[in-house]
Structures are given as structure tokens and as C-alpha cells.
């Protein structure tokens, strides 16, 4: 996967998890203690890769029993799902505040310009190391473990389809877009703004920023060239809400 292992450290001494009366962890120590192992986990994955990866080396790396992490995980693909959904989460994050932002925007921004804002983000994260070998890890996992490939559609791709869905609602209600179907334009867009670059990157051969940035504002200009509809409909939109 062309991911290279990296020297760890000695483990330090496991440290004690402090547990209530009943001899089980707190609460607020066990969410410490899932939290950590999370981190360390997905560090291990993306310095060593999914294969040389193992249970026992995140438990001691975490300073925690083995028994703990194969009770709260069961087995690595649990962990690696664990570990993939908070990161899809972690991409997602800055979708979603884009997309928020521009729907409290002015409505006389120009949509093209907001929806390069939501653009840049998205390369921003989707593009970055971490997702890119997540995404790769994530692929060569898919064949064996559908389940996996499963997660990356419903809480990555479904999700992200959906918070620009929800955004194109609005840019139809304002009469700035006209489509019929926010979903499919959702996919179309997600695809031919970010979708190369992304598949590019995980292939090895990602492109310059300022390239990437050409490639975007060229693939949204071919997006709203068949969204925007007639141009005398998008200039006349504020005059037919102004009607109603």
C-alpha cells in the first residue's frame, strides 16, 4: 500500500485505568480510554497499514490490556471501523461548516463563488495524506470485509451527499439553481469537483494545489453550466419571489 513502517517508541509503563466502587472503570476514564486507544490505533494504521497492524500492538502501545481492546472491538476490522468512522466524521466536519456558512451567507453572493468555497474545503480534507491512505486501506479491505465498504457509503459518501443536497434545496428555493433532483446533482457535483483529484491521490499521482484549484473552479463552471438554467431565469429570479 506504499505505506512505510515507522520505529515506535519503547512502551511506557501501562498505566491503571481508575475504577469505581463496583471494581469497573468510570465513565469518564473509560471515554478517556476509548478515546486513546482510537488515537493510537489510528496512528498504527496509518504508519504500518491495515496488515501489520495488530491488536496486540495497539493495546501496548495504548497501555491497556489486550483483553479490554478485544472486549470493546472483538476483532481488528472492529477496530479499523471505529477508526474509520471517526476520521469520515473528522472529513465531513468541514462539509458541513461550509455548507452551513453559505446557507447564512448573503443571497447576492454569486453561487459559483460559494460553491468554490465549499469546493476548496472539500479538496482540503478529501486530499489530505490521512484520507488518502485511509481511503486506500479502506478499498483493499472492501473485497474481504463488505461491511467496511459498507460504513465508507452510509456514514461518508451518503452523508456528504446529503449536506449538499440540503444546501442545493436552498440555492433552488432562492431560484439561483434550477434542478429537479438536489440528490443526483448532490452526486454529480461531489464527483466531478472533488472526485478525480481524490481518486488521483490515492493512485499516487495528486496534483499540484494551484492545479487542483484550476481543475475545481473548471469542474464547477461545467456543473452550473447545465444547473443554472437559462440565463434569464437566474437574473430574473429575485423579481419572481418578489411576485409571489
Not at 181 to 209: K, Q, S, Y
Amino acid at each position: 500500500m506504499g505505506l512505510t513502517a515507522t520505529r515506535t517508541k519503547p512502551a511506557a509503563p501501562r498505566r491503571e485505568v481508575p475504577k469505581s466502587r463496583g471494581g469497573r472503570p468510570t465513565k469518564t476514564a473509560a471515554i478517556e480510554r476509548d478515546q486513546r486507544l482510537i488515537e493510537v490505533a489510528t496512528r498504527l494504521f496509518l504508519d504500518r497499514g491495515f496488515d501489520a497492524t495488530s491488536l496486540d500492538a495497539v493495546a501496548e502501545a495504548a497501555r491497556v490490556s489486550k483483553p479490554t481492546v478485544y472486549s470493546r472491538y472483538g476483532d481488528k476490522r472492529g477496530l479499523f471501523a471505529a477508526v474509520l468512522r471517526r476520521e469520515i466524521e473528522r472529513w465531513l466536519a468541514p462539509l458541513s461548516a461550509a455548507a452551513e456558512t453559505q446557507l447564512s451567507s448573503a443571497s447576492n453572493i454569486p453561487v459559483e463563488q460559494r460553491l468554490v468555497e465549499i469546493g476548496r474545503e472539500m479538496l482540503t480534507f478529501t486530499c489530505g495524506p490521512d484520507a488518502v491512505a485511509f481511503s486506500r486501506m479502506m478499498t483493499a479491505q472492501a473485497i474481504n470485509f463488505p461491511d467496511v465498504a459498507k460504513l465508507g457509503k452510509e456514514e461518508g459518501w451518503l452523508k456528504a451527499v446529503a449536506t449538499t443536497a440540503r444546501f442545493f434545496d436552498h440555492l433552488v428555493a432562492q431560484g439561483a439553481l434550477d434542478v429537479e433532483d438536489t440528490t443526483i446533482a448532490a452526486e454529480v457535483f461531489l464527483d466531478v469537483v472533488v472526485g478525480h483529484t481524490h481518486r488521483m491521490a490515492t493512485f499516487g499521482t495528486a496534483l499540484e494545489p494551484k492545479a487542483a484549484e484550476k481543475r475545481m473552479r473548471a469542474a464547477i463552471k461545467l456543473f452550473l453550466a447545465g444547473a443554472l438554467g437559462r440565463a434569464d431565469r437566474v437574473q430574473d429570479a429575485p423579481k419572481r419571489r418578489s411576485s409571489r
